[in-house]
């Protein structure tokens, strides 16, 4: 079964600064997709990124970018001159393609996130 | 990206009845449906899978008979918590995935349901 493993509860980082979520995960799959999500505390959940697993190339959008290591199944996320509305739990999530658009999301356990001012 | 809603958003119910929460995909078809439980400051945990026009998929764990899943439609799924109780209380989020999108899900806002 696969597993998603966010090993920091929380982090802080000052405004304008770069902060780095980590994110682990176990599979036996060769393909697979892989996103970061985030909830503010409106608690809509959002996606940050995505990533396919055939893809060597990093995803970015904007002000964020992974660090995606298949080998070591290491699916890192940073955060680029952060602001206050990134302030957050994130989660880092697995799925697993089904046949079709139907795949199933394995979540980690979440890093709240504070930026401060 | 497309619009999941939730109905309703916050729910209070005495314990021994039954709620009724709906997800409705509203701007594309959904055809497969996820729910959510989420517990303050957790992550989400999975409970049911549910294709249109066919029985749900639940985890393991979860009760089918006291979390009862419709997915009549490619718009609208509902999901009902029968003889609610004050361990039912929690957040409970849908999501869903139609058949345009790239294995993404769609999430809906969420619903708190407390249990008295």
């Known amino acids: 079964a696969q597993t998603v493993t966010q090993s920091q509860p929380e982090m802080s980082v000052q405004e304008a600064e770069t902060v780095t979520l980590s994110c682990t995960y176990d599979?036996?799959?060769?393909?697979?997709?892989l996103f970061w999500y985030k909830q503010p505390p409106s608690r809509q959940m959002i996606l940050v990124i995505r990533?396919?697993?055939?893809?060597?190339q990093n995803a970015t959008e904007n002000r964020f970018s992974v660090n995606f290591q298949k080998a070591a199944k290491s699916f890192s996320l940073k955060i680029s001159d952060s602001q206050l509305g990134d302030t957050a739990m994130y989660f880092c999530?697995?799925?697993?393609?089904?046949?079709?658009?139907?795949?199933?999301?394995?979540f980690g356990q979440g890093t709240t996130l504070q930026v401060k001012p | 990206g497309a619009v999941v809603s939730q109905h309703p958003s916050r729910v209070i119910c005495k314990s021994g009845t039954s709620v009724k929460i709906e997800c409705r995909s509203l701007?594309?078809?959904?055809?497969?449906m996820f729910w959510y439980r989420q517990f303050p400051k957790k992550s989400l945990m999975l409970m049911a899978t549910?294709?249109?026009?066919?029985?749900?998929?639940?985890e393991q764990g979860v009760e089918k008979d006291k979390f009862l899943i419709n997915h009549a439609s490619l718009t609208l799924s509902t999901l009902t918590v029968t003889s609610a109780h004050p361990e039912d209380s929690s957040f409970y989020i849908c999501?869903?995935?139609?058949?345009?999108?790239?294995?993404?899900?769609?999430f809906g806002p969420g619903t708190r349901l407390t249990v008295l």
């Open positions: 990533q396919e697993a055939y893809k060597q």
């Open positions: 999501s869903a995935s139609g058949t345009g999108s790239t294995n993404e899900q769609f």
């Open positions: 999530a697995f799925m697993r393609p089904y046949s079709g658009n139907t795949g199933k999301l394995i």
């Open positions: 549910s294709n249109e026009g066919s029985k749900a998929t639940y």
């Open positions: 701007d594309f078809q959904a055809t497969t």
């Open positions: 599979t036996s799959e060769n393909n697979y997709y």
